[in-house]
């Protein structure tokens, strides 16, 4: 991905937006070009291709690994297979929702199987006469692929046989080997499944053939003819329980003190007969077939245990009568080591046998369908629906050209760079929609699946988010919306407001996750105000408490008293109070400090001219707002879209800030329409409250006015009598006159005293 040593040889264009350098793509020339460009100046590495406002079906064509991701080398893959199948790269610029047929390169081998499908498409659709072509029309292929039996994937439903022997055969092989939809839909059997399942059928004929009973002599496999399998079984049967009872009469001879343990002990039939013998249960068939006793052969009519009766019946009549003859009443262990070697060639037949699906169809059926040649008609079925092919890869190709003409200008636009993001009209493919809460609207939303795992990394956004979940009748989703303007005062978990999808369609929505950062200066201004009035606040309730839990421990305190004072006791009066001299002293003390302090800030507020006061109000209000503002702006700063999306699996390249500006474009405040009219009066008003409000704005009125004449008097008597601007009268004869100001403080002129000007003039 290291970009070429003709990278240079193209010129590039880039926009700046939120701070972010971006890469325009405006000619085909700058497609064509694109994978010249350093990948470090992508906005984007990589996306996922669910959970975005975008077609899904064309991120799946994009993505050519299957990974659920689309990467660079992908979107330069598509880019380039587009190019080369139409007429001007410029057209894949541009975009559009239909194809034009005149775009596609009718001049090269990929363009004219492209078209020739296209048109061959619109003429199925009763369209000849269309000069383009959408993706709804290229999608749909099913109606086109509905008018033939073959539709070149290799795969046959039964009803592309043309006779009912083979679709009966095609149904066989279905239900035996499992079946596989084709391009319309249909379930069918492929080329793997024929062989697989003709395979099975010759595996199993020829191990049938083996023990074949067509020549009328029976052969050692089936040597009691068409009882030999049903005889066998009935061997099988009892073989344990036979070999038991045997070994159990070897031991007896070789030490008769096991006699009375191989029969079973006194402690086990005592608890047999304790049990229900309604049916006889494991315990009585787990006690040995017969009385053991040394060399004594086991009876097939009677003393036998009652469990194995019905077994032992199909054994004597099945397998000792067919093969020792009739009136055999017991067996001794040469006769049943001889009946076990005649049934060895047909188990050992048994082990051999194939384990398939085909066996349920019978001999009968399999010798027939082998012999019937169906599996040459079916291999030529499939061989004509895979010639088919390269017109139905056309076909697709036709769907994924209109896709890539319709949507990889929008894509290239949310991944190369973030035009969309940045251009208000058209929003980007990874917001959801807008969320509708707190007297605003977020738009700024994107779909998650997990709100705790998104929240881990989103965090280092630096940005407000709030986690709702989203609900309407039969679907749920989850959103992360970032507030980027106004205040968080009544953004909680648990509030409910209302999300409108792309699609218009609304979804309940209600926060279950908050992650707190700055939104906007402003907020950060009343910051400090609004934490000092809850500090109040919760001051003035804890005291209130306070005073209601004292209040009632007096009340208790005095019905205790008045009870005790009903019964006759005494009560004790109570101690009066000490005067604390100490306590009055440092109360005084700390008053005069405090008066002290504030006639110092009097005396130096006095001393301010007139316009000096709005500044320092202003300065008092920096001064308490500033450093909440500025911790505020370097948050706001850092706020940046990367976490956000990459916490749902992007690989974001460049820094996406989401400065004050762009914020206030994605969280709008509520405010009333231009041309609305609006009346203050509120028939609900507290009119108590709204007297006392004005009455207090009067006052304060007041006070102001009659503070700034107290000021301008004070002003008037400071500079002796001068206001500010005048120019001294004529002296009244008789008076002295008034002292001229000086134009500089420095080095002012001494008057002589009246009385001693006066003299010289009266001698």
Not at 540 to 562: I, N, P
């Amino acid at each position: 991905m290291t970009p070429s040593s003709t990278a240079s040889l193209h010129f590039w264009q880039f926009f700046r937006a939120g701070g972010l350098d971006q890469v325009k793509l405006q000619t085909g020339a700058d497609l064509a070009a694109l994978r010249q460009l350093d990948p470090k100046l992508w906005v984007a590495l990589a996306c996922p291709t669910q959970g975005l406002e975008f077609d899904s079906r064309t991120l799946d064509l994009i993505d050519s690994d299957k990974d659920g991701r689309v990467r660079v080398p992908e979107i330069l893959a598509a880019i380039d297979w587009a190019l080369a199948r139409l007429e001007n790269s410029n057209d894949l610029v541009a975009g559009g929702a239909a194809l034009p047929l005149a775009a596609i390169a009718a001049n090269r081998p990929e363009g004219q199987a492209i078209l020739a499908a296209a048109r061959q498409i619109l003429t199925a659709l009763g369209r000849p006469e269309a000069t383009a072509i959408t993706v709804s029309d290229a999608a749909d292929t099913s109606r086109f692929l509905a008018q033939t039996r073959f539709n070149g994937d290799g795969i046959i439903p039964a009803e592309s046989a043309p006779d009912a022997s083979t679709q009966r055969i095609i149904g066989e092989i279905a239900a035996a080997m499992g079946t596989r939809p084709d391009r319309c839909g249909l379930p069918g059997i492929d080329q793997a499944a024929t062989d697989r399942f003709f395979g099975e059928l010759a595996a199993l004929s020829d191990w049938w053939t083996k023990a074949d009973l067509s020549s009328g002599a029976p052969t050692g496999i089936m040597f009691l003819g068409d009882r030999t399998p049903a005889a066998f079984s009935a061997l099988q049967a009892v073989r344990a329980k036979i070999d038991d009872y045997f070994n159990r009469c070897r031991l007896a001879a070789f030490d008769p003190r096991a006699l009375d343990h191989l029969n079973g002990t006194d402690t086990t039939l005592a608890a047999l007969a304790a049990l229900d013998f309604s049916t006889l249960g494991a315990g009585i068939a787990a006690l040995p077939l017969a009385h053991i006793a040394p060399a004594r052969p086991l009876p097939l009519t009677a003393d036998i245990n009652p469990a194995w009766t019905p077994a032992l019946a199909q054994f004597r009549t099945g397998v000792v009568t067919a093969v020792l003859g009739a009136g055999k009443h017991s067996i001794n262990e040469a006769e049943w080591d001889e009946l076990q070697y005649r049934f060895a060639a047909h188990a050992a037949w048994l082990a051999t046998k194939p384990a398939t699906a085909v066996e349920a169809l019978g001999p009968d059926r399999i010798r027939a369908i082998l012999l019937s040649g169906a599996r040459e008609a079916i291999t030529k079925l499939i061989a004509r629906d895979l010639s088919l092919a390269a017109d139905l890869a056309a076909l697709e190709s036709v769907e994924r050209l209109a896709r890539y003409y319709r949507d990889l200008p929008r894509l290239l636009a949310n991944f190369v760079n973030f035009a969309d993001f940045y251009d208000p009209a058209r929003p980007a493919i990874f917001q959801a929609g807008t969320l509708y809460l707190d007297s605003r609207h977020c738009e700024l939303c994107v779909q998650v699946s997990d709100a705790g795992a998104h929240a881990a990394l989103a965090t280092m956004s630096k940005c407000y988010i709030a986690y709702c979940d989203l609900r309407r009748p039969g679907e749920a989703m989850k959103i992360a919306a970032v507030f980027s303007n106004g205040d968080n005062d009544f953004l909680m978990v648990g509030r409910n407001g209302l999300f409108v999808d792309r699609q218009g369609r609304d979804w309940d929505a209600t926060v279950t996750k908050v992650i707190d950062n700055p939104i906007s200066i402003r907020q950060a201004f009343w910051s400090p105000y609004k934490k000092f009035l809850r500090l109040v606040e919760e001051q003035v309730a804890k005291r209130a408490a306070t005073a209601d839990s004292a209040a009632d421990a007096k009340l208790a305190a005095a019905a205790s008293a008045t009870a005790h004072a009903d019964k006759g006791s005494p009560s004790k009066p109570a101690e009066p109070k000490k005067f604390d001299l100490a306590l009055v002293t440092g109360i005084g003390v700390a008053l005069g400090s405090i008066g002290a302090m504030l006639a110092a800030v009097f005396a130096k507020v006095v001393d301010l001219a007139w316009w000096q006061y709005p500044l320092v109000l202003v300065g008092l209000f920096l001064l308490i707002s500033l450093p909440s503002m500025l911790i505020a702006w370097l948050k706001l700063r850092q706020r940046t879209l990367g976490p956000v999306l990459e916490a749902n699996g992007w690989a974001i390249n460049g820094r996406v800030r989401i400065n004050i500006p762009l914020g206030t474009t994605f969280t709008a405040l509520a405010k009333l329409p231009p041309n609305s009219r609006r009346s203050l009066e509120d028939p609900f008003e507290d009119k108590a409250a709204a007297r006392a409000r004005r009455r207090f704005v009067a006052l304060l009125a007041l006070a102001v006015v009659l503070g700034g004449g107290l000021w301008v008097r004070i002003d008037h008597n400071r500079r002796g009598g001068i206001y500010f601007g005048e120019t001294p009268s004529a002296p009244v004869p008789g008076q002295p006159a008034a002292p001229a100001a000086s134009p500089t403080p420095a080095a002012p002129a001494t008057a002589a005293p009246p009385a001693a000007a006066a003299a010289p003039a009266a001698k």
